[in-house]
């Protein structure tokens, strides 16, 4: 049975940084495309960052570009989101996904995705 756990996520000013991981068990990690989504209250769950199955291609949406980092450590199933200078509009809760059957196509799409995490609150404060 695949887990993804995540972690990482709390409160933090604006301008801070926080990193995320996402630990999966339950299958053989470096076969799966892994994304981040996050969704804020009251909005749709949104795309953040994606990562191919060989860490050799990510993906993000333009809001997080050059803020955000996404990377894999395949040899200990993890992945991670490095966000730096955080925005109020950054707060959300962010899911950790993964995708065996998918090709690296349409990483932003959710069903690219096969399992999902029960996501970690990021809150930033202005």
């Known amino acids: 049975q695949v887990q993804l756990v995540e972690s990482g996520g709390g409160l933090v000013q604006a301008g801070g940084s926080l990193r995320l991981s996402c630990a999966a068990s339950g299958r053989t990690f470096s076969t799966a495309i892994m994304g981040w989504f996050r969704q804020a209250p009251g909005k749709e769950r949104e795309f953040v960052a994606a990562?191919?199955?060989?860490?050799?291609?990510?993906y993000y949406v333009d809001s997080v570009k050059g803020r955000f980092s996404i990377s894999r450590d395949n040899a200990k199933s993890t992945v991670f989101l490095q966000m730096n200078s955080l925005k109020p509009e950054d707060t959300a809760v962010y899911y950790c996904a993964a995708g065996w059957r998918a090709t690296w196509g349409a990483p932003s799409l959710s069903n690219t995705y096969d399992y999902w995490g029960q996501g970690t609150q990021v809150t930033v404060s202005s």
């Open positions: 990562i191919s199955r060989s860490g050799g291609n990510t």
